[in-house]
């Protein structure tokens, strides 16, 4: 649904994550802005509007997913109880074998942003080594940054990586819009070379590229960077390629090489020490905290409470289905929740209201788009979640946030709206997720699942 006229949205309650739930609420929007907020009865309807009401519902605003690959969606199960060591080079070995082209990777990552959208999210960090998202997300009239990946582990191959990546991002670039950015990531320090993150740096700073990069994720990773030995350093010297010690820890790596003083989105950050977490908030680097991911993968728990006190700015992730196998923000906050309190053994830590933040204005902070997004607040773009409160589940409602993290789930939104249009309404229309997208996926899932037979 696309409409120029104003429309009121009413529901039971009105979530604006920057202030206190309001019920009976209503949200107006006009040319895709917020125009008002409030109880329903102080937000008059303009004459030739529409009035939307929600019913048992919590309005809210578009749930933002700081971390997502969305082209893998074709390895959704693929990759199942693999060592991390191993499961990098199959997801490699698998893309391969299928011989997936452009257009079969855009297909892949409109399908993720189909479930995207039918699980309220409307703005997307997508981080991967094609365009297929930024083709995706206009098409499906999402918000979001395309971080494109850059890979070379050889410092010899630094210039010419750095090279690929320039024209890679030039001919992004010429796509952008008001809603879909362009950004950079280096990799993963078992994939990028020391050399390339100092390029990356320069290139990123030079084109005030936003960045993205996978850190401190797992063991394996640890141990490369602090001593070069490990699985990956085995696999590295394989190939030639020298492992060294490069630094006391992933962030004290990425701060000599450059990539910190860019105040980068740090994606897992599941071993940082007190001291990693001070360079992190002195950087006004952000955290992308992806606990489904890190928990199937073995990685642990990060530790975002810690990170939260000190200052840092921390958003959700779901990472792609490939290592989480399905998009839910609700659900990823809650795993969020009560993670951090069996790891510290305290009932109270990451309340509700704390997570209603990060999948919301604090993930928009992260992406650096809380200046039109993220919250319910007149003047900011109308990114919108419904979410019905109105199943066995739910009820009865003492709390309306509580309710949303403890209880809903991606299948409970009914509505997604971004800047105003509509792109999800459950049982009406969705911007992707049609009969023909799903007949594709049917075809390419059948060409992967060949490919992975053939590989084992």
Wanted: glycine residues 8%; negative net charge; hydrophobic residues 45%.
């Amino acid at each position: 649904m696309t409409t120029t006229r104003p429309v009121r949205y009413s529901a039971r309650w009105v979530l604006p994550a920057t202030s206190a739930p309001i019920e009976r609420g209503a949200v107006l929007v006009i040319d895709g802005r917020i125009a008002a907020v409030g109880p329903a009865a102080s937000v008059p309807l303009p004459d030739g509007g529409e009035d939307l009401h929600l019913g048992e519902a919590v309005l809210l605003p578009g749930l933002v997913n700081v971390h997502a690959h969305p082209e893998l969606s074709l390895l959704r199960g693929a990759l199942e109880d693999l060592p991390f060591h191993l499961w990098i080079p199959r997801l490699r070995q698998l893309k391969a074998a299928a011989v997936l082209s452009p257009d079969d990777l855009r297909d892949a990552a409109r399908w993720t942003l189909a479930e995207c959208a039918a699980a309220g999210v409307t703005t997307v960090g997508a981080t991967e080594d094609s365009d297929a998202s930024l083709h995706a997300l206009r098409d499906a009239g999402m918000r979001g940054i395309v971080y494109r990946e850059v890979f070379s582990p050889a410092p010899a191959d630094a210039t010419s990586a750095l090279q690929g990546l320039r024209d890679n991002v030039s001919a992004m670039r010429t796509l952008e819009t008001e809603l879909v950015r362009v950004g950079v990531s280096p990799h993963a320090p078992y994939s990028v070379s020391d050399a390339l993150f100092t390029a990356v740096a320069r290139f990123a700073h030079e084109q005030s590229l936003p960045v993205a990069v996978h850190t401190a994720e797992s063991a394996t990773e640890q141990e490369l960077v602090t001593s070069g030995d490990g699985f990956f350093a085995n696999a590295l010297r394989a190939r030639g390629i020298e492992t060294v010690a490069r630094g006391a820890s992933t962030i004290d790596m990425l701060q000599r090489t450059g990539i910190l003083d860019l105040a980068p989105l740090l994606i897992h950050c599941v071993r940082v020490s007190a001291d990693d977490i001070a360079m992190i908030v002195s950087a006004g680097a952000s955290v992308a905290h992806c606990p489904v991911a890190n928990a199937r993968l073995g990685h642990g728990i990060a530790p975002i409470t810690e990170l939260m006190t000190a200052g840092a700015v921390v958003g959700i992730g779901t990472d792609s289905v490939a290592s989480n196998n399905r998009i839910d923000m609700l659900e990823e906050a809650r795993v969020a929740q009560l993670m951090q309190r069996a790891r510290l053994g305290s009932p109270d830590v990451l309340p509700t209201h704390a997570l209603l933040r990060l999948v919301t204005i604090d993930g928009a902070r992260a992406l650096g788009l809380d200046d039109v997004t993220g919250s319910l607040e007149i003047g900011k773009d109308a990114d919108l979640c419904a979410v019905a409160l109105d199943g066995i589940h739910s009820v009865p409602i003492f709390d309306p946030v509580g309710t949303l993290f403890m209880s809903a789930s991606a299948s409970d939104v009914v509505l997604t709206a971004v800047r105003g249009r509509v792109i999800y309404r459950r049982g009406v229309e969705s911007t992707l997720a049609t009969a023909t997208l799903a007949t594709r996926m049917d075809v390419l899932g059948t060409r992967v699942r060949v490919a992975a037979a053939s590989e084992t």
